[in-house]
């Protein structure tokens, strides 16, 4: 790569121009050195010396260069043409440019008013960095302007279409890193072209930065033919422009030439949307930018090339006591390269008629509204969730499927909010298979590819996004709410954990923002998890894992909440509460099928506010204290524990039961370790501290230990759950091949209280005589026996049961 | 569609032989529609009764009737050219597709007897299918000829790459499905091309099924132009055939010349390669089967388009008591247009004529064995890790790195294993940075595409891949492993959470096919991770989380192994341990940074032997019961912990101390949940039953409470962790703000022994003034306090320390 290979026509930029620009990214690149290296001396005012060398060279200098090349010719774009633009960092570690070009246009300072912009500022910008106690290498929450924290790879492109969805004037400028670009999310999102609607929503202007390696091998796309690549991007649907070369003075022209190009097309394309010329998908244009990684840095170092090669990926010259002294001598003339008497002043400010190249107030990248996204956040119009309460005559009577339910509140929130455009649905093509079908009476799915007649909630303007992607649903639904909206994932509770590492890098991005004023709270990433571990009547084994709420409790307490409403009425009380909530990862997990109801809807609000309660009408320990507690969180396990506590009563009516349903898992951990969590002695009021605790659970059982481990009845608590044990087969056979069905449930029971006596050990023999029986049923007839399927709690609400 | 549109020559196949293979392919599709729907009367030898029919219907017929296409399709060519192919079937529920080929050919009844080939048989195959007890929908373990149950989308193309891998005769036939194809996964998959060497590597033929629709979607790529999809996948790397209609004779006849064309040009590659004619990345061929959903099935069912839409994804016609009475008639007119008389003689046993089209012994793609890998597993050969052993000359001497040290014998195991071809080393190109960098004295990474001079460790045969992708390096490895080879994942820690779905699936396939005599061990899933939580000296909060072990304990006790070496003597013992093992998940996790060694190799066998254990040398407890237990497992744990004793025992020198390190997770598990887990005796009599226990764990604090909930001992188990908080810092910072760092670790001692007295009050304020002064400094100084850095435990090895 010795001459520019440029693709486009140059531009009619003017030199004069282009001279200040090349000052401005030289001042860019300067500042990023500065923070690899420097403590100290930052305007080099006198000859470098180790003791102006940080102690510890940690940074990322391959990917920077670049997208300083990058910010500077936004910026120029931006006031040509007045854009709404952000910036979204996707290479790794590309902390160093963002700061520092937010630093130049100054929003750095107006955030942080300790990083002047002077000498002083500079000392403490360039120490600050991956320093400990300062800020990370990344584009960080703590960056301004970032959406985008780039510490894992893959979402980039994903986060970008969220945040244009519904944006119409904003234009998302979105660096993917040639490395990235080999992650399995990063390769599907390019497909995001075909939901999005020119019309209604923003622009995605991807930029791929193709600087050859990742950190010590090359990179596919930089190895493959311009052939190759260019068919690539043109079977993905976009109209690719090459911008290919080092010679400085070239890629400008080129660049800015190729940003004009592509900000016309997106314009026309727009104009063409609006008049509703064609409805045909456009192709909407994109930049192949190559240059060399560590670009302007060392050609050469002890003899190995450093500038285009994986050795510029970190630092890439080492200085330090132990080091060749010639290498302080490099440093100091690689920064010299960039000539920062020319850039700033003696004073260490930007030279006023390079400061005036960047764009002003809301329009500077560092300072846009949409990447502080709480700031433009309003709250949804949410309708009486009330008004959707299931009538339950009696306790157990047949329900229509809790999410189908739920659907209906979800829709009329669609339809509260169709002026705002700020609530959307997101799910990998399951919004029917979880049956919220019904929110099809309010929208469609967003599809901007052609429609056959015989599809169906398919519009180029639907607020539910569906592709068969957990990653792109998640990455879209967090870019969605980075920059100011609402919105709910649906999801099959096993596959969620293709996003466990997504869901980790939001939980870490919100707790980071919480703890900088500046950073307003965004909506809460809502997770609604249904066809679960119990009902896999026709999915099987592979699909039942409810191992993701353990993923979540792992996560910074003030950041999680999981739900697991009981019923519908309940489901409805936890959907409105979430949708209304702040800065949160909320996951529900609830069913889809027709299942029983229990409470009504006062109920249900009652026990939801608490989180977790005594269900006295179940219970027939009002006079005393229980002999056996009979716990259950989920709707399959609440069923179960019903069944059995009938059993129990039936059969051995001296008994004392409580039974407890637990809606708000952390309501088990203790007060001290999340605020949802009980005092000991309000558990210990609810559990006993010394009866048997029979806890039927949704999930793994250890779950439950690990949030009780330190109770004061912790001992006697005996949790059934899902341990791996399954096939395609009835949801109540699915209970006994983990043994949490009734029968087990009882048998629990009775081997924990010798007080069962005879009675408890005949009652023990007839159960498993039972489980016997249900095995060859269901074995020759392939469903329940009729008294498992007819099963019914026998009691009118509000009836008294004691 | 309504004619075919064939983009290649027909075929000059006769038409007889098309005549024989539609008939085939219509005994495939009459046993698929059989096992979603039949319990009896399996021939229709009696007009259809609605108790013939199964009670409840379960099943996808979408992908079938396609997949049953191809696989027919693909027999012939395995006649015709002599393959040695199997066939992996990518889209979801492909089960009755697969599961009915195999019995056509014969597999099936030789692995399962009782399916007999007559119509006692098909009644059995027709009943067992998605039902209670039967076999799942999925080509599941139970599968003869599977290797890839495709419940979870998305690594079709990943398995089937790895399955190749060093199988240079292997020609797998993947069959992708087009939701599929949306998955990040896979989109990144198709890349797999430039990892491939033609000489020493099989092939892999992928067949795009583009039906059209996903659940209730229709898929990306079937509404992108012909000209689009043609584009993407030439930018891709491969090349293309078209096979596009629904007539089943056009079809027949552009399939068959299609796959003629298609292996004619593989063998062309294969034979350039051989006589390293172009060292050029070939462009492999690759086939598009555009054909309608639910191909051949009922066109419309209550004015419903079926054939051809997203309504024949699942069970495409109800037929029970509750529907109308001509969905049975619907459905024998379905099933009869298979004309079974023609198909199977009166005893249900396939026509001679027709059977003779299916391949013969092992080139059946249902029996050959790389489908069944242990078959063909061979142990490797393993130098005697001994022999790698570092020299500890007293507790605590500098070592090199563990993962550094442990990279020698993994590479000697890939010189020893070179002629065999079966072992590699698999990871998102980290395995320089995670210092395993010497196994580059012994091979290269595998990479087929232009290579620079300044490029490193790249040749077109290497044994190690490596590619940006985890989803990639799993499922190479796990296609690799399938087929009956070794090999090893090295990947960062935080980010293996990327694979945790692969990893489930990958455990249940484990769990599943060890439940099948006829299926044979394979060889471990081994995971290393490094970089860990507590080493993010440059990387920070993103990168820190060590969760994943958390998400394997939950997978079945007889399936998944977790590892906590202390040092590198620990590590290597542990490594060949793990490389010995069959058919479980190992996870090893370990430090790659130079730190302080601990034990002789001798020491090192007898420890990790055990697994747990107390280590004498650390502790003062010999004579009598200690006053606290202090546990560690994990590299920085046990430094902090053993500086934590010396500080303990210099100034509270009559504390009686135990130090009990862990190097095998689960030996905290109780012997009944896992054959590790230590008895209650043992366990108690490692941790007391009654004294303080204060544990520094590598992952989040909770796991071992998980582990530990039920031990005696449980209630004075205190256990410190990472908890969340992190940045860019140095490690013992990071257990500072974790509290898990030795001053911590002795408060935590004295907090909870009020026998510390005045001395212990004093010592904890001196304590807490050091962790001020530690603050200051660090952030002055941007590394440790001279002390943290130069602490050494003071004692030569085999020393008596008491």
Redesign the interface.
């Known amino acids: 790569m010795e001459t520019a290979l440029i693709k486009t026509d140059t531009a009619t930029i003017s030199s004069d121009l282009i001279k200040k620009m090349d000052a401005y990214w030289r001042a860019a690149n300067y500042l990023s050195v500065g923070q690899l290296y420097l403590?100290d001396n930052p305007l080099l005012k006198e000859p470098l010396k180790l003791q102006h060398v940080?102690?510890?060279l940690?940074?990322h200098w391959g990917t920077t260069p670049g997208q300083n090349f990058i910010y500077t010719h936004l910026n120029r774009v931006i006031n040509k043409y007045d854009l709404n633009m952000i910036y979204v960092s996707g290479p790794g570690h590309g902390g160093p440019a963002v700061v520092g070009s937010t630093y130049l246009e100054g929003t750095y300072t107006e955030v942080y008013p300790n990083i002047t912009q002077d000498e002083e500022g500079l000392k403490k910008l360039f120490t600050q960095f991956?320093?400990?106690?300062?800020i990370?290498?990344?584009a960080?929450p703590q960056t301004p302007g970032s959406i985008h924290?780039g510490?894992?790879?893959?979402y980039s492109l994903s986060h970008s279409f969220g945040a244009v969805l519904d944006n119409p004037d904003l234009i998302v400028a979105c660096v993917v890193g040639d490395?990235?670009a080999?992650?399995?999310?990063?390769?599907?999102?390019w497909?995001s072209n075909?939901f999005l609607n020119p019309a209604t929503d923003g622009v995605v202007l991807p930029i791929l930065h193709l600087n050859g390696y990742?950190?010590?091998?090359?990179?596919?796309l930089a190895?493959?033919s311009h052939e190759?690549?260019?068919?690539?991007?043109?079977?993905?649907?976009w109209t690719p422009y090459f911008v290919e070369g080092d010679e400085p003075e070239l890629m400008h022209k080129a660049m800015a030439a190729t940003l004009d190009k592509a900000i016309e097309q997106i314009r026309e394309i727009k104009n063409a949307a609006f008049d509703k010329e064609n409805n045909d998908r456009p192709r909407w244009p994109m930049i192949v930018l190559r240059s060399p990684k560590g670009w302007t840095g060392p050609k050469e170092v002890d003899g190995?090339?450093i500038e285009?090669?994986?050795r510029s990926h970190?630092i890439p010259l080492a200085v330090s006591a132990s080091t060749p002294p010639e290498h302080l001598q490099i440093l100091e003339n690689w920064m010299k390269s960039y000539k920062p008497e020319e850039l700033f002043d003696e004073n260490g400010k930007l030279k006023a008629e390079l400061a005036e190249l960047a764009p002003k107030g809301e329009h500077r990248m560092g300072a846009n509204p949409h990447a502080n996204g709480g700031q433009l956040l309003r709250d949804l119009r949410i309708p009486d969730f009330r008004n959707y309460a299931v009538s339950v005559p009696f306790r157990g009577a047949g329900g229509e499927g809790d999410t189908y339910v739920s659907g209906r509140l979800l829709r009329d929130v669609i339809k509260e909010n169709q002026q705002k455009r700020n609530f959307r649905i997101f799910g990998p093509?399951?919004t029917?298979?979880n049956r919220l079908d019904i929110i099809f009476e309010a929208t469609n799915?967003q599809?901007d590819?052609?429609?056959?007649p015989?599809?169906?909630f398919?519009a180029t303007d639907g607020s539910v996004m569906?592709?068969?992607?957990?990653?792109?649903c998640e990455g879209w639904l967090e870019g969605y709410l980075l920059t100011g909206r609402h919105g709910l994932f649906n999801c099959y509770e096993?596959?969620i954990?293709?996003v466990?590492?997504m869901f980790?890098?939001h939980a870490?991005w919100l707790?980071?923002s919480r703890e900088l004023p500046w950073r307003r709270n965004i909506a809460s990433l809502n997770i609604l998890l249904t066809s679960t571990v119990w009902r896999q009547?026709?999915?099987?084994?592979?699909?039942q894992?409810p191992?993701f709420i353990?993923?979540v409790?792992?996560?910074?307490a003030g950041i999680v909440r999981v739900y697991l409403p009981p019923d519908a009425n309940c489901l409805l009380s936890v959907t409105d509460h979430c949708l209304r909530s702040y800065h949160y990862v909320n996951v529900i997990v609830a069913g889809k099928h027709p299942a029983p109801q229990w409470l009504s809807m006062d109920e249900a609000v009652a026990h939801c506010t608490r989180g977790i309660g005594i269900w006295d009408w179940a219970s027939n320990d009002q006079d005393c204290e229980p002999d056996v507690v009979m716990a259950c969180s989920g709707d399959v396990p609440t069923l179960e524990t019903l069944a059995a506590v009938t059993l129990l009563r039936e059969h051995l009516p001296e008994l004392k039961i409580r039974v407890i349903n637990v809606v708000d898992l952390f309501k088990l951990e203790k007060n001290t370790e999340h605020t949802h969590g009980l005092s000991d002695k309000d558990f210990d009021a609810l559990f006993t501290t010394s009866k048997p605790v029979i806890f039927a659970f949704h999930g793994?059982p250890?779950?439950v230990?690990?949030l009780?481990?330190?109770r004061t009845n912790?001992?006697n608590i005996h949790v059934r759950g899902y341990k791996?044990e399954g096939?395609?087969?009835?949801s109540f056979?699915m209970t006994v091949l983990n043994e949490m069905d009734r029968f087990h449930l009882v048998i629990d029971v009775i081997d924990r209280l010798p007080e069962c006596g005879s009675k408890g050990i005949y009652l023990k023999q007839q159960l498993l005589d039972k489980l016997t029986e249900h095995k060859h049923y269901?074995?020759a007839?392939?469903?329940d026996m009729p008294e498992i399927l007819n099963w019914k709690w026998e009691s009118k609400l509000n009836d008294e049961t004691k």
């Open positions: 403590r940080k102690n510890m940690l940074g991956s320093y400990p106690g300062g990370s290498s990344h960080s924290e510490g894992e790879l893959g490395g990235e080999e992650t399995g999310p990063l390769a599907t999102a497909h075909k990742k950190i010590s091998n090359p990179t596919v190895r493959i190759e690549l260019e068919q690539l991007f043109l079977g993905y649907g190995y090339k285009g090669n994986f970190q093509d399951e029917v298979s799915r599809w590819a052609p429609v056959d015989h599809d169906e398919l569906e592709m068969l992607s957990e990653h792109q096993a596959f954990h293709i466990d590492s980790n890098q870490k707790k980071a009547d026709h999915n099987g084994f592979t699909h894992d191992g353990d993923h409790v792992n996560k910074k793994y250890w779950l230990h690990r009780t481990y330190n912790n001992k791996e096939t395609i087969t009835t056979d269901i074995n007839n392939g469903k």
